[in-house]
């Protein structure tokens, strides 16, 4: 993770509760003065910072990244605000067991300053996507989605407020129904089995 840490606290906020099925083992940033690394050691959680700049390569800072979550025990990988591309190795080693949570409802606004432009677009329902991680950039089969109106008189700021809204509700879920085993993959698409928490987060009329 990057920086703010917003949806890592509401994934430690989950996992706080004895009834969720997954534990927060290890926050990782490639940042050393994350917010987030201080809202994990709060949380009681053991943190690593692994600088990006120290390694010659993306394949050696990955091989890092790896190492640290393999030591860790880790089983399943959240993307939360991580805003550097991963090597394809990297990917498929953790294939199926890495999510990540995008600002928009994907496949529309793949890649950055996804609020402005869907206030450019004009497009009236705007939102976020969890989904398992795939080599291509913010691609791979969508696990939850949660949508917001796209109201008059939004700026890209108050859009984003939304949606983070709704990043962590979505999050959260998402890592649950993947832990539980509700996420079937076929190809592109992930077909989730969750009678009452369904993929699906909608908006108020
Ligand atoms: C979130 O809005 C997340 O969806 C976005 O960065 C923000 C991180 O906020 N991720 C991406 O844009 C990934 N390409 P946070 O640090 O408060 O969770």
């Known amino acids: 993770m990057s920086g703010r840490g917003s949806n890592l606290q509401a994934l430690l906020d989950a996992a706080a509760d004895p009834a969720f099925p997954a534990e927060i083992a290890l926050v990782i940033s490639n940042i050393s003065g994350a917010y987030a690394l201080e809202r994990a050691a709060k949380a009681g959680v053991p943190t690593e910072i692994i600088p990006h700049k120290q390694y010659a390569s993306r394949k050696e800072f990955d091989a890092a990244v790896d190492r640290a979550l393999r030591a860790a025990g880790v089983e399943i990988v959240c993307l939360a605000g991580f805003m550097r591309l991963l ?71 108050a859009l984003a407020a939304r949606v983070l809204e709704q990043e962590h509700r979505a999050y959260p879920l998402a890592l649950r129904l993947l832990v539980e085993g509700k996420v079937a993959v076929d190809g592109a698409r992930a077909t989730v089995d969750a009678q009452g928490a369904g993929s699906l987060i909608s908006p108020l009329p």
């Open 87 to 157: 090597t394809t190795g990297f990917v498929e080693g953790w294939n199926g067991r890495m999510l990540n949570i995008h600002p928009s409802l994907l496949p529309s606004f793949k890649g950055l300053h996804t609020h402005e432009r869907a206030l450019e677009a004009g497009v009236k329902l705007h939102g976020c996507t969890v989904h398992l991680v795939t080599p291509e950039l913010d691609d791979g089969p969508i696990v939850v989605q949660a949508a917001v109106p796209v109201l008059a008189g939004d700026d890209a700021d």
